[in-house]
């Protein structure tokens, strides 16, 4: 069974810092390019960020250029977004999903709140 854990969520002010973590089981990780999902309240998902399979390609929405950082271990099977200068208008769940080759996702998480706030 295929499995996406994210973590790292959590209640921060504005300015501040937050790393979600993505862990993977049953897929061979390295296999699948890995995307950054979020929802906000009352929106539709919105494409964050994306990596492909040795983390040698990455790209952000424009939203998060400058200021989010996607990588990945996966000796660790590991996917994570280091969110850097929050805004109030990230606050999301936040959801990676794994892809192959680029495609859309086929496996999801089940998502990690992200809320920034004073």
């Known amino acids: 069974e295929v499995q996406l854990v994210e973590s790292g969520g959590g209640l921060v002010q504005p300015g501040g810092s937050l790393r979600l973590s993505c862990a993977a089981s049953?897929?061979?990780?390295?296999?699948?390019?890995i995307y950054w999902v979020r929802q906000a309240p009352g929106k539709g998902l919105e494409w964050v960020s994306a990596?492909?399979?040795?983390?040698?390609?990455?790209d952000y929405a424009e939203s998060v250029k400058g200021r989010f950082t996607i990588s990945r271990d996966n000796a660790k099977n590991t996917l994570y977004l280091q969110m850097n200068s929050l805004k109030s208008e990230d606050t999301a769940v936040y959801y990676c999903?794994?892809?192959?080759?680029?495609?859309?996702?086929?496996?999801w998480g089940q998502g990690t709140q992200v809320t920034v706030s004073s």
């Open positions: 999903a794994a892809a192959p080759n680029y495609g859309p996702p086929g496996y």
């Open positions: 049953g897929l061979t990780f390295d296999l699948y390019a």
């Open positions: 990596i492909n399979w040795d983390g040698s390609i990455t």
